[in-house]
């Protein structure tokens, strides 16, 4: 019998076993992972793949972190069925964990749509060390990529392979690249620096149809596009997107909407049954409604509030926001909340200058900053992302937002007060659970 039991060894698992240990040394704890690694940072498998990061510098918590915290791992294990009755896991081989405590920190899986010519060699998707692994093996027969999907993981897999001198063409169903975080000017932007990256963006375009090679079908040659152009290429990458990997709470009672729906404890419909990350809906403080965000530090506050919980610490999650900060191809970007504002009772300021690529868009609702976009210069974004975080009244000062020289300087001197004396906490909510160490 396993006190404390986590499904994935990822950033959520890493979040609740930091947090139950803070409160409970004794109790035991395993994880189960099928993906064989140590707990590694999911979003840099991008440097792995150009080059830039060796497997050390990807591990995300030291070597003999189980062994300090006192948790028994099963890596490269598959968990196949949670049986409530009994309280199990059940792993493919055959082997049972009898749990008190269950977390489901599974994550998320790639999506892949059907597409004729699927099953060939050189077809790939870009979400585990594993991928940057299978593509970094293949580079020296790779001079063509096509990465079907302009959305991040398609952003970061294309950074890399440019940074391996593949030549990436982007195809892409939406009508800009990083639809869901950026704008159609912010997009722009990062499209001129893709150009001059020597990526070629193909933007409201699907791909159709995988082709093999002249004389082996069996290899990828290149794609059809449902225009009947042909694009030759050596591999193809498929990043569409991720969905809540879900399937061990089907056929329990465990409410599954899109993720899985948890309170604000991190508690499933199921008692004693909990679930963080990328496969849990948990509360978004922007749009008020429990909603899955796809977020490393989401998940690991996730993950946090759950091993909290577990161990008998009653906490809440304060809510997430849907925050991207990235760089690729040498443009900085940060978009976070609501970008794209559904009517006209919000407020939109923006300001773009195409030419030096700087584009800043701030959307407001009743004197509260709800969203941001900030490209090429972000150093300030960190500040409107506090006021937004802490749901800051700007009404007096909203119209030095956008200002060039913007900055704390720029702030109300009792906002300035209260923040320095709240000692980089959040002043509105006080001691948090957001003291662990989250970065990527
Ligand atoms: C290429 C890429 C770039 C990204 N860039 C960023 C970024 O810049 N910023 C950001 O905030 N986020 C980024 N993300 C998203 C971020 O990585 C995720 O939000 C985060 O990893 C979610 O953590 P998690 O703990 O919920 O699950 P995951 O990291 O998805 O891990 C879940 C783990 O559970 C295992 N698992 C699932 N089911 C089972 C089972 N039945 N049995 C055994 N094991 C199982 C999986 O194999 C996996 O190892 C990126 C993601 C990718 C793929």
Redesign the pocket.
Known sequence: MVRYLI???????VGAVEAIREIDHQGSLAV????PYPVYS??R??EFLAGKSTMADMLYRPEGFYQTHNVQTYLG????KVELGSKEVRLEDGEALAFEDLLL????VPFVPKMDGQGKEGIFT???LGDAEGIARRLPQTRRAVVIGGG??GM??TDALVKKGVEVTVVELKDWVLNTILDQDAALVTQDALADAGVRVMAGQSVQKILGRAGDETTVGGVVLATGEEISCDIVVVAIG?VP?T??ASGTPIQVNRGIVVDRRMATTVPEIYA????AEAFDFIYGINRVI??????YLG?RVAGYNMAGMETEYPGGVAM???KYFGLPIVSAGLYDPPDSSYRVMRSLDRKNRLYKKLVLKDGLVVGMVFVGAIDRAGIVLGLMRDKIDVSSFQDTLLAPDFGWASLPAALRREKLTSNGRSPSRGPSVLSGRAR?
């Open positions: 499904i994935g060894n990822s950033v959520g698992a189960v992972s099928d993906e999911r979003p498998i991008s294990r598959k968990a196949v920190a599974t994550g998320g870009f979400t585990t991040l993981i970061s897999v991720i990997r399937e061990l963080c990350g990328d496969v796809p977020i490393w530090p989401n998940a993950g991207n900060s990235l990527v």
